[in-house]
């Protein structure tokens, strides 16, 4: 925690006070963007949780509703499934997709509905087959 501020001390000069000790210390070495410019939108306007949603990104987390972000897993699991190296593999995904979409069936979250249903895993695998015989 830094020192308080000596009583009849101007703030402005206490603060630069404080950085030059910083300074002098090495604190600001090796900061991450060191010398380089801050990023800056032009094409949009300042938005005050920049930062948040940068370290949001930057982290891989999501601000959808509950029932978007499962219809996105559905999707990306849907293209694992037809990816998947084999047949066992391909109805473990299905498998554990379907779970997630029937508990969200059945419990609704709040949010928008989730308009999906659980994939047919024989449907799943007949396709799966059919692309792996296109190779």
């Known amino acids: 925690m830094t020192e308080r501020k000596p009583p009849g001390v101007d ?12 300074e002098a210390r090495g604190e600001f070495d090796r900061l991450p963007g060191a010398g380089r ?8 306007t300042y938005d005050e949780l920049w930062w948040v949603k ?11 509703p509950p029932a978007l972000a499962l219809r996105k897993e559905a999707e990306d699991a849907l293209q694992a499934a037809y ?6 593999m391909v109805r473990k995904i299905i498998g554990e997709i379907n779970d997630k ?4 069936m059945f419990k609704p979250p709040p949010g ?8 047919d895993v024989e449907d799943v695998v007949r396709q799966w ?7």
């Open 11 to 22: 703030f402005g000069s206490w603060v630069d006070k404080q950085i030059r000790d910083a």
């Open 112 to 119: 928008p509905p989730l308009g999906k249903k659980p994939y």
């Open 101 to 104: 979409i029937r508990e969200m």
């Open 37 to 44: 410019p801050l990023p800056h939108d032009v094409e949009n």
């Open 129 to 135: 087959r059919e692309r792996r015989a296109d190779r």
């Open 83 to 88: 990816a998947a190296p084999s047949e066992p």
């Open 54 to 64: 940068r370290k949001m990104a930057r982290e891989g987390l999501s601000v959808l």
